[in-house]
């Protein structure tokens, strides 16, 4: 069993940068081996795709809203994936979930199978 937990969110404002942490628990190596997305909701609109990035850490995948701002990477040794996010805007507001998959690419929520609880972020203008 996986279990993904995501932290690091909170009230910034516009401009400002924040981290969000994923945290993965699991037997074995599974964690290392997992594709890691990064998914938002934001208040009555559809769970949306960020970015996502494979074992090894190469060529992650971004959505077009947060290229140049957001970068992807994880630390298999601490089983933990990171969302850097930059120049955030009132838009970033949402709550922001981790999700794990065996497939590559992983744009649709589709491709995942285990979630975390998500972790808020609100940017204020």
């Known amino acids: 069993q996986v279990q993904l937990v995501e932290s690091g969110g909170g009230l910034v404002q516009a401009g400002d940068s924040l981290t969000l942490s994923c945290a993965c628990a699991a037997s074995g190596d599974t964690c290392s081996k997992y594709v890691i997305g990064w998914f938002r909701q934001a208040p009555r609109r559809d769970r949306e795709f960020v970015a996502a990035i494979t074992w090894d850490g190469g060529s992650p995948d971004f959505a077009d809203s947060v290229k140049g701002r957001f970068t992807i990477s994880r630390v298999n040794a601490k089983n933990t994936v990171y969302l850097q996010m930059k120049s955030l805007k009132p838009d970033d507001t949402a709550v922001y979930y981790c999700?794990?998959?065996?497939?590559?690419?992983?744009?649709?929520?589709?491709?995942?199978?285990?979630w975390g609880q998500g972790t808020q972020v609100i940017v204020s203008s």
């Open positions: 999700a794990g998959a065996n497939r590559w690419p992983a744009i649709s929520q589709t491709s995942y199978g285990t």
